[in-house]
T-cell receptor
Framework: ETGVTQSPTHLIKTRGQQVTLRCSSQSGHNTVSWYQQALGQGPQFIFQ???????GRGNFPPRFSGLQFPNYSSELNVNALELDDSALYLC?????????????FGPGTRLTVT | TQLLEQSPQFLSIQEGENLTVYCNSS?????LQWYRQEPGEGPVLLVTVVTGGEVKKLKRLTFQFGDARKDSSLHITAAQPGDTGLYLC??????????FGQGTRLTINP
């Protein structure tokens, strides 16, 4: 069974640029959620995709957008990067949207905005 | 807004000691998970508790879900240096998301 993978591992961008982060879900999982984890904090929910449709969104501005593909892999896009976007971005996959909502996380992408 | 408060935020103890980490909220959660996160890695799921009052044991770790499903605790017996890490509790807030606490950074000194 293949776990959740994310790419790239690290990324450095300049304020105002755009970035795309990628996630491959665990085999058999059809739901992907994205989280932002600032240094010293717990992860914050950005949004979730279920069968290629957005299925819920946290308190993040529209410049955070996403996609899910037919193979259930996913992308997180962030436009007009700001310094506060520097964080660890985590992707988590789960099977369907039913309980108990166990999510399995990838290793994350560390984004630094300068 | 559903919030989870973890305490303590930092804990440093000697090998062999016992410890308890608390996760509290004013909101009811349908389930609660505990994760452990190592530096540079994603959180790894330790346990899920679903029923109020439920107790689950994972070797030296004991997890309890409060009767009202608003709080949880993690107790570690005879802590070992390998237990060092960031422990996160997360409540299921509807079908879409997990609400995480801010984490407890645990250091076990040999």
């Amino acid at each position: 069974e293949t776990g959740v993978t994310q790419s790239p591992t690290h990324l450095i961008k300049t304020r105002g640029q755009q970035v795309t982060l990628r996630c491959s879900s665990q085999s058999g999982h059809n739901t992907v959620s994205w989280y932002q984890q600032a240094l010293g904090q717990g992860p914050q929910f950005i949004f979730q995709y279920y069968r290629e449709e957005e299925n819920g969104r946290g308190n993040f501005p529209p410049r955070f957008s996403g996609l899910q593909f037919p193979n259930y892999s996913s992308e997180l896009n962030v436009n007009a990067l700001e310094l506060d976007d520097s964080a660890l971005y985590l992707c988590a996959s789960s099977l369907d949207v039913g309980g108990p909502y166990e999510q399995y996380f990838g290793p994350g992408t560390r984004l630094t905005v300068t | 807004t559903q919030l989870l408060e973890q305490s303590p935020q930092f804990l440093s103890i000697q090998e062999g000691e016992n410890l308890t980490v608390y996760c509290n909220s004013s909101s009811v959660f349908s389930s609660l998970q505990w994760y452990r996160q190592e530096p540079g890695e994603g959180p790894v799921l330790l346990v899920t508790v679903v029923t109020g009052g439920e107790v689950k044991k994972l070797k030296r770790l004991t997890f309890q879900f409060g009767d009202a499903r608003k709080d949880s605790s993690l107790h570690i017996t005879a802590a070992q240096p390998g237990d060092t890490g960031l422990y996160l509790c997360a409540g299921a807030a509807g079908a879409q998301k997990l609400v995480f606490g801010q984490g407890t950074r645990l250091t076990i000194n040999p």
